[in-house]
């Protein structure tokens, strides 16, 4: 059995496949960043200025996933 794609419908399936994947990884980034945001309230409370360091490379970094998953690929 050969592993490639035989036809435009099958690239046009694994396209949508790839697309799903993408969006599954964005919903669970988020959720992540949300427990990892209340996580350092809960602990960072009496140090702001260390907090708002953390966030901010934290949101940073989650902003670079977003523009490097959304964008167009061609």
Not at 47 to 52: K, T, Y
Request: charged share 10%.
């Amino acid at each position: 059995m050969d592993p490639r794609p035989m036809s435009y419908k099958d690239l046009g399936y694994l396209w949508y496949l790839s697309k799903v994947g993408a969006g599954s990884l964005l919903v669970a980034t988020s959720a992540v960043v949300i427990a990892f945001a209340t996580g350092m309230y809960a602990t960072l409370a009496h140090s702001i200025g260390l907090a708002v360091n953390v966030y901010s490379i934290g949101c940073t970094s989650f902003i670079m996933y977003v523009w490097a998953t959304q964008r167009p690929v061609c």
